[in-house]
């Protein structure tokens, strides 16, 4: 069976800027340049965030599929039983992509390649329904998949494009998203939020970690071949530094109050951004030491995530820091009004 475990990797911005563009207010009601920038495009970054995190829950289902079912044009009976259907190709989707592409707006860079989406996504929705209800009711025991393999083809055929323009919205959005960021820590220092900036921080410096991950294309079939450690040691040590200026900052209950937080508010953070940090330096370890990871991690992304040290492994622990990240930005949000 072949692994196509890499698409797992862009799963790691899913949640990272859902809460971000939400902008405080600050003493004297007066806001700062980035406040009003990122106060004037909250609407449209919120729309795209949403069709981002569901393109990544596309990436995500396709990869389930395909390990299961293989990527030739005949199916992997040997999973036949594993075999699940949950690509999130809707009508919905698909209505507020037309929307989007009927407004009389002006379309930025980001507006045009959602919109190049629409064209496969429409011919992808009827073949993934179809494919739910052939799995779900188990057909296949009745026809030897043939529908199956007639639907399996189908969704080959439009994989590709797929994902071309799925890829060229996702590097859109990413740089749309940095610009974001470097805006709100710009925002974050000018008012003296140090606890938020460097948590912020800390979040930069995860994110550069697995961007090295993906531009190196390593997945756990070969990443003790092709890693390179070096690289991978420099930016570990910026984590392991801010992660340090961070638990020194919470401990400040007077800092904590005027950023809109309680004493003991970063407690499950700190937690798991300790787990991604041994993660990460585990992934390091394995690479110089030649550490193979396992037959069932090699083959299946589900099970590639849960053994420490794969890069699979790596940005699934730094996804739940990300969601711990954006609860924090949530509660302080409230707190703050």
Not at 13 to 32: A, G, P
Not at 47 to 76: C, Q, V, W
Not at 251 to 272: P, Y
Request: aromatic share 10%; proline share 1%.
């Amino acid at each position: 069976m072949k692994k196509i475990g890499l698409l797992i990797l862009v799963m790691l911005s899913l949640v990272i800027m859902t809460k971000f563009v939400k902008v405080e207010k600050v003493q004297k009601n007066v806001k700062t340049k980035e406040q009003a920038l990122l106060e004037t495009n909250k609407v449209k970054y919120n729309k795209h965030i949403r069709f981002y995190n569901r393109i990544l829950s596309i990436d995500k289902g396709l990869l389930y599929y395909f390990e299961d079912a293989g990527m030739e044009r005949t199916i992997d009976r040997s999973q036949s039983e594993d075999i699940e259907l949950n690509i999130p190709i809707d009508q919905e989707f698909i209505n507020k992509l037309k929307t989007l592409e009927e407004s009389n707006d002006k379309k930025d860079d980001l507006d045009k390649k959602a919109i190049a989406m629409l064209p496969v996504l429409e011919k992808m929705l009827p073949i993934s329904e179809s494919m739910k209800n052939y799995y779900k009711n188990k057909q296949y025991l009745k026809d030897n998949f043939s529908l199956g393999e007639n639907l399996h083809g189908q969704l080959l055929d439009n994989l590709e494009k797929y994902n071309s323009v799925a890829k060229a919205y996702k590097e859109a959005f990413e740089k749309k998203s940095k610009e974001v960021k470097n805006l709100m820590e710009k925002d974050y220092d000018k008012r003296k939020f140090f606890i938020t900036y460097r948590q912020l921080v800390y979040i930069d410096s995860g994110e550069d970690f697995i961007n090295e991950i993906r531009r190196q294309k390593l997945d756990a079939s070969n990443f003790t071949i092709k890693g390179n450690d070096k690289d991978f040691k420099k930016i570990f040590d910026k984590i392991d530094k801010s992660l340090l200026k961070l638990e020194k900052s919470v401990k400040n209950g007077k800092q904590m109050k005027k950023e809109g937080f309680d004493l003991n508010d970063h407690n499950v953070f700190i937690t798991k951004a300790k787990i991604f940090k041994d993660s990460a330096n585990r992934f390091i370890t394995r690479i110089k030491k030649k550490e193979k990871a396992t037959y069932s991690s090699v083959s299946d992304g589900f099970y590639a995530q849960t053994e420490e040290g794969t890069p699979e492994n790596v940005v699934a622990t730094f996804n739940e820091v990300v969601k711990e990240h954006n609860r924090l930005l949530v509660k302080q949000l409230k707190n703050k009004k």
